[in-house]
Nanobody, 124 residues
Framework: QVQLVESGGGSVQAGGSLKLACAAS????????MGWFRQAPGKEREYVAR????????YYADSVKGRFTISRDNAKNTLYLQMNNLKAEDSAIYYC?????????????????WGLGTQVTVSS
């Protein structure tokens, strides 16, 4: 099992920045991908960004491309999401996800482990 704990959420005005962190523990040697998802009230959970262990190539949803940056500190087993130029529509609960062999973290169904989420609120 892999445990994921998110932190760094909060309230910010439009145009501001926040940096989320996701600390992974447990069977982290089995993790092959990690990603971020978000869910706004009344909406389905949506994919935000992902990285693969051992790869430097990040992948982003079109809605956040150019504004968000995903990164991973392998030594700390921590995933980050730097969010810049935040918009009101970015308000949501942000979830960290991870997957093992055969997982892609490109969708909810393709991610096995989940954190409890951290709230991000952007006011316009």
């Amino acid at each position: 099992q892999v445990q994921l704990v998110e932190s760094g959420g909060g309230s910010v005005q439009a145009g501001g920045s926040l940096k989320l962190a996701c600390a992974a523990s447990g069977a982290t040697a089995n993790v092959r991908c990690m990603g971020w998802f978000r869910q706004a009230p009344g909406k389905e959970r949506e994919y935000v960004a992902r990285v693969y262990v051992g790869s430097r190539t990040p992948y982003y949803a079109d809605s956040v491309k150019g504004r968000f940056t995903i990164s991973r500190d392998n030594a700390k087993n921590t995933l980050y999401l730097q969010m810049n130029n935040l918009k009101a529509e970015d308000s949501a609960i942000y979830y960290c996800a991870a997957g093992g062999s055969g997982s892609s973290c490109a969708s909810s169904a393709a991610s096995r482990y989940w954190g409890l989420g951290t709230q991000v609120t952007v006011s316009s």
